[in-house]
C-alpha cells in the first residue's frame, strides 16, 4: 500500500494527538517494562513497583486473567518473546501490536492517513476482541492445567 493510498482513513487533527499520545504510552510502557526483572515464576513482576501481590490468586487461589502480564512485557522488552509469551499471551500478543503500531502511527502521520484502516471503529473492534478471546483461551487453560 502506497502512503497516499486513497483507501484509508485521513487524519485529522484530533486522531494526529491520539497517535502521538498512543506512541507516548508504547514507549513509555516499554521503558517502564525495561526497569524491573522479569519474575521467573512467570509472574508477580509488578510487586516491583510496590505493588501487592495479585489480589484475584490471593482470595480466590487461582490467576487472574491479566497474571503475568507485566512479567510479559518485561521479557517482550529483553527479546525473550517465548518466556513474555508463556507468562501472559494476550499481553504478548498487545505488546507485540505495539512495537508494531510505533512505526505505523509515524507512517500514518507522514501520509495523512491512518495507513491500512478503512474504518477506525472496526479496526479498534477487531483488535480488542481479538485481544479479549486470546485473554480468555488463555486463562480457561491456565485454570484447567
Known amino acids: 500500500m502506497s502512503l497516499n493510498s486513497t483507501r484509508s482513513y485521513p ?5 494526529r494527538w491520539l497517535l502521538l499520545a498512543g506512541s507516548v504510552c508504547v514507549l513509555g510502557g516499554f521503558y517502564t517494562a525495561s526497569t524491573v526483572d522479569p519474575d521467573p515464576r512467570g509472574f508477580g513482576t ?3 513497583f510496590g505493588f501487592p501481590p495479585c489480589s484475584f490468586r490471593v482470595f480466590i487461589g487461582v490467576p487472574c486473567p491479566s497474571c503475568g502480564g507485566t512479567t ?5 522488552v529483553r527479546g525473550q518473546w517465548i518466556s513474555s ?3 501472559n499471551t494476550a499481553v504478548f ?5 505495539g512495537l508494531v503500531y ?3 502511527s509515524l507512517l500514518s ?7 491500512g484502516v478503512v474504518t477506525p471503529s472496526h479496526f479498534g473492534a477487531t483488535i480488542l476482541v481479538t485481544l479479549s478471546v486470546i485473554a480468555v483461551v488463555q486463562w480457561g487453560w491456565r485454570l484447567l492445567n
Do not use: D
Not at 11 to 15: D, G
Not at 93 to 97: E, K, M
Not at 109 to 115: D, I, P, T, V
Open 109 to 115: 502521520l507522514k501520509a495523512g492517513r491512518l495507513l
Open 102 to 104: 510505533l512505526p505505523w
Open 72 to 76: 510479559s512485557v518485561a521479557y517482550f
Open 85 to 87: 509469551l508463556k507468562s
Open 93 to 97: 500478543v498487545l505488546a507485540f501490536l
Open 46 to 48: 509488578h510487586q516491583q
Open 11 to 15: 487524519i485529522t487533527q484530533s486522531i
